[in-house]
C-alpha cells in the first residue's frame, strides 16, 4: 500500500518562492488546521522541516518559522490517528536531550510519532549560531550522524548508556521512561553516504534524483542495502500538487506562480548551499519560473494528477509520496476528495491482484 502524507508549511511561504503563488504563515493554527484536514482526508503522515534562518528577498522567503518538535507535540495533541514526524538537526542537538525529547513525544503521540534526521546543509543558519563548522566533510558528517543515532537508539533502549566515540562521549547517562514503541526513524538524501545511512538506521527514506529512472535506481539500493542488513526501509520522495478542474485551468495556476519567482529569495538559497555569490546571483537572474517550485511538481486536472502521481510511484519505485500544496487549505480539500480515493482504489486493485 502507497503511503501518501503532507509536508507542513512550517515556514512562512510553504515551498513556494513567488511573488504571486499562495503564501501559507507559520503560525500554529495554519498548521493544525492542515494536520487536521490531512487527518481527515485519511492521509499517512504528516511532517515538519527544522529551519533556523530564511533567505529574505521580496517574500522574506522561510524567513518566520516554527520549531519544528514543539509544534509536532502540539499536533501530536490534537490528532488521533495520523503519523506525526518531527525534524531534529544531528549537528545542533545533542543526542542525549532529542532521545528524551522523542521518549516525550511518543507518549504525546501514543505511539505515532517519527524523528527525522538531518545533519546540516544551509551553513547560514548554523554560522548565525557559532554552530558551523566549515572544515567537516560530507564523510564526516555522516560519520557524526550515524554516531548520534547509535546513541539516541541505546538510550531508548537501555537505562543507562556509557560511551566513547568520535564525536559524542556520555557517562552514565539515563533516558527514562524509555519508550514502549521505538519512534520511527525517517531521513532524507540521495549520495551513498545518504542511502547507507537510511538503509542502516532508517524506517523511511526520502531520495532526491535527478530523473525517476535515477530515483528507482536508488530506491532499490536502499531496499537491497537495508535487506542485506536485515531490515526493511521505505522509499519515499517529495511532489507539489497543482490541481485545478482541468488541465489547462491547472496550467494557468502554474505559470502564475512561475511568473513571481523571487530571484533574490532564489539566490540566498543557493549561496546558502555553499554557492559563490555571484554565480548564484547570476544563476538565480537567468533562472525560468518552474524555480518557483522547490521540488518535482504535477500539473493537472484530477484524472491527469492521478495518473501523474500513480506513474512517478511506479516509474520510480516508490513506497509513497510527500506531498506540497501552494494553498494547503483550499487545495488539499479538492485533493481528499476527487485524487485520493482513486490513488487508493487503484493501491488495493493492485494488492488483490498479487
Avoid at 516508490?318 to 494553498?327: E, N, S, T, Y
Wanted: charged share 20%.
Amino acid at each position: 500500500m502507497t503511503e501518501y502524507g503532507v509536508f507542513l508549511p512550517v515556514a512562512a511561504g510553504g515551498w513556494m518562492i513567488s511573488e504571486t503563488a499562495p503564501y501559507p504563515p507559520a503560525t500554529y493554527e495554519y498548521n493544525k488546521q492542515v494536520a487536521q484536514l490531512a487527518e481527515g482526508m485519511g492521509l499517512d503522515f504528516i511532517m515538519a522541516m527544522a529551519k533556523w534562518r530564511g533567505f529574505g528577498g521580496t517574500t522574506d522567503h522561510w524567513g518566520e518559522s516554527l520549531e519544528s518538535m514543539t509544534m509536532m507535540a502540539g499536533l501530536a495533541e490534537a490528532t488521533s490517528t495520523i503519523k506525526v514526524w518531527a525534524t531534529v538537526h544531528a549537528n545542533l542537538v545533542n543526542p542525549a536531550f532529542a532521545a528524551k525529547v522523542f521518549s516525550t513525544l511518543q507518549q504525546i503521540a501514543q505511539g505515532r510519532i517519527g524523528m527525522n534526521i538531518v545533519n546540516g546543509s544551509y551553513a547560514d543558519e548554523f554560522e548565525a549560531m557559532g554552530a558551523w563548522d566549515p572544515n567537516m566533510t560530507h564523510a564526516e558528517r555522516y560519520r557524526m550522524t550515524n554516531e548520534w543515532v547509535d546513541v539516541v537508539t541505546q538510550l531508548w533502549e537501555k537505562d543507562s548508556v556509557t560511551f566513547d566515540g568520535e564525536f559524542f562521549t556520555l557517562t552514565d547517562c539515563e533516558s527514562r521512561p524509555r519508550p514502549s514503541i521505538k519512534p520511527e526513524i525517517i531521513s532524507a538524501g540521495r549520495s551513498e553516504s545518504g542511502r547507507d545511512f537510511q538503509a542502516t538506521w532508517s524506517d523511511g527514506g526520502f531520495l532526491g534524483s535527478d530523473s525517476l529512472e535515477q530515483m528507482a535506481e536508488f530506491s532499490r539500493d536502499v531496499h537491497a542495502r537495508a535487506a542485506a542488513k536485515g531490515r526493511t526501509t521505505k522509499t519515499y520522495s517529495m511532489l507539489t500538487i497543482v490541481l485545478a478542474e482541468t488541465d489547462e485551468a491547472a496550467e494557468a495556476k502554474a505559470a502564475l506562480y512561475g511568473a513571481g519567482l523571487d530571484r533574490e529569495a532564489l539566490s540566498n538559497m543557493r549561496r546558502s548551499w555553499g554557492w559563490d555569490a555571484d554565480r548564484a546571483l547570476s544563476w538565480a537572474e537567468d533562472a525560468k519560473g518552474e524555480e518557483a517550485f522547490q521540488t518535482p511538481y504535477v500539473v493537472g486536472s484530477p484524472a491527469t494528477i492521478i495518473d501523474r502521481i500513480r506513474n512517478v510511484v511506479t516509474t520510480a519505485e516508490l513506497d509513497g509520496l510527500m506531498l506540497i500544496f501552494p494553498d494547503y487549505v483550499n487545495d488539499m480539500p479538492v485533493f481528499g476528495e476527487t485524487v485520493l480515493p482513486s490513488l487508493r482504489a487503484a493501491d488495493d486493485q493492485a494488492t488483490a491482484a498479487a
